[in-house]
């Protein structure tokens, strides 16, 4: 009976081709007592015979002289097909309901429908749709992010694993002073920088800034505009910022990487402040921009200055705020 609420169920549409096509008023209610478990059951050879056949469709097996491309195509045209859950859109996972006429969906939308087929309105249960899993089991699919660079194909079920960690997927765009939903590669990203958001671009290891502020408890939006450097052929983002840690306003500098974590470690920077007879030194790895500025901020990686320190480069007169901020980065060898 389980393979039959499994396997079978999903048979009784002849592979997910015919409900598509049915109309809900087409479909006719189940009296009480009948078996659709039975019906499927007495027709299994011919229905077997079927499903081998549809099967052999989503084979990834091709000649040894076929391109990856080619494969990967005809992949994910079979998983568009079969397992895109009508109601979200996204790929299925287990488990993979159905409901009595074999229509499929995913866990997620399971709830998000109040457990009614979004299809023919029935009522869903909790019959999973083995058939269907056992499908994607088979599957190898190229990431997501092929386009983009990635040459690997990966099995379905660990295929949205590895994109969220693949090296090739886009990166975020690192502008703090707002909140940027634009994402793409290192160049592109150099571009929207110096294009959309105006960020000052330098060519250069090392860096002068001063940052002045009149209203010393007035911490709201006071964010340095980023500045880029293009060094050793790669690109930097200085950021510059006042917060309140408790009560306190803390200003903090620190550097970020454009590019992957594994490549900011061959790369290290200092940053000093001074002023009036004092001098704060600070030396650390620049961290990737896969960290997102906030998580790097509060964590306070880079040179945090306390209010009364900072008066104290300013001169100390607690009316106006000036900071001189240079700073070096170098590669490690």
């Not at 393979?3 to 598509?20: H, N, T």
């Not at 090296?167 to 571009?191: H, Q």
């Not at 600070?282 to 200055?305: N, T």
Request: one cysteine or more.
């Amino acid at each position: 009976m389980h393979s039959c609420e499994g396997f079978g169920m999903f048979q009784c549409d002849s592979w997910l081709s015919r409900f598509r096509e049915t109309e809900p008023s087409e479909l006719s209610p189940m009296a009480p007592g009948s078996s659709i478990c039975k019906e499927v059951s007495e027709s299994l050879d011919m229905e077997s015979l079927t499903i081998n056949e549809e099967l052999e469709n989503f084979q990834l097996s091709k000649p040894s002289n076929a391109p990856n491309v080619q494969r990967a195509t005809s992949a994910t045209n079979g998983v568009h097909e079969l397992l895109e859950c009508p109601v979200c859109t996204m790929s299925m996972y287990p488990p993979i309901h159905q409901c009595p006429n074999g229509h499929t969906l995913c866990s997620n939308c399971k709830a998000r429908v109040h457990n009614h087929c979004p299809t023919c309105r029935y009522e869903l249960g909790n019959i999973r749709c083995l058939a269907l899993e056992k499908v994607a089991e088979s599957l190898e699919l190229p990431c997501q992010y092929q386009s983009l660079g990635c040459p690997d194909m990966f099995p379905y079920y660990s295929k949205l694993k590895h994109e969220h960690l693949c090296r090739f997927r886009p990166y975020n765009c690192p502008y703090a002073g707002s909140e940027c939903l634009i994402t793409g590669d290192i160049p592109s990203l150099v571009a929207h920088l110096k294009n959309d958001h105006k960020v000052d671009m330098h060519d250069g290891c090392t860096f002068n800034h001063r940052y002045v502020k009149s209203n010393l408890q007035d911490v709201e939006n006071a964010t340095w505009m980023l500045t880029i450097f293009n060094c050793f052929g790669q690109h930097f983002c200085l950021h510059f910022e006042a917060f309140l840690l408790g009560l306190t306003p803390v200003y903090i500098a620190f550097l970020r990487f454009m590019g992957e974590d594994n490549e900011a470690k061959n790369y290290s920077y200092s940053l000093e402040v001074g002023g009036n007879g004092r001098k704060l030194i600070w030396q650390g790895v620049p961290r990737s921009i896969r960290d997102s500025h906030r998580k790097v901020r509060d964590s306070y990686d880079g040179l945090v200055i306390h209010r009364n320190m900072a008066l104290f480069f300013s001169g100390g007169n607690r009316q106006e705020l000036k900071l001189r901020v240079t700073g070096r980065i170098w590669k490690e060898h």
